[in-house]
């Protein structure tokens, strides 16, 4: 039996908020029944703890990357680019 890698079984980041997007808008409907509605909840959630995961995930990589040579944690502003058409 081939094993599945755990990357592979993860969604990533937009589709989970992309699925949980449409969970919520099919709630706000009004057109599902009790049993549906329940369903669809707890689908979102599950969605919603996956973007939480995946979002810890992606922080505890960034914080890697900002580690210093002597293994304490840099901070470093954040500054987005600016574009070179925005400038002119």
Do not use: H, W
Not at 8 to 32: M, Q, T, W
């Amino acid at each position: 039996m081939a094993k599945t890698s755990k990357a592979a079984d993860k969604v990533n980041f937009e589709a989970a908020l992309e699925r949980l997007e449409k969970i919520v808008e099919e709630l706000e409907s009004g057109r599902l029944t009790l049993d549906d509605s329940l369903a669809r909840y707890e689908e979102g959630v599950k969605s919603l703890k996956q973007c939480y995961e995946l979002l810890r995930d992606a922080e505890k990589r960034v914080e890697i990357l900002l580690k210093a040579e002597d293994g304490t944690l840099k901070t470093v502003p954040f500054e987005p680019e600016e574009d070179e058409d925005a400038k002119a």
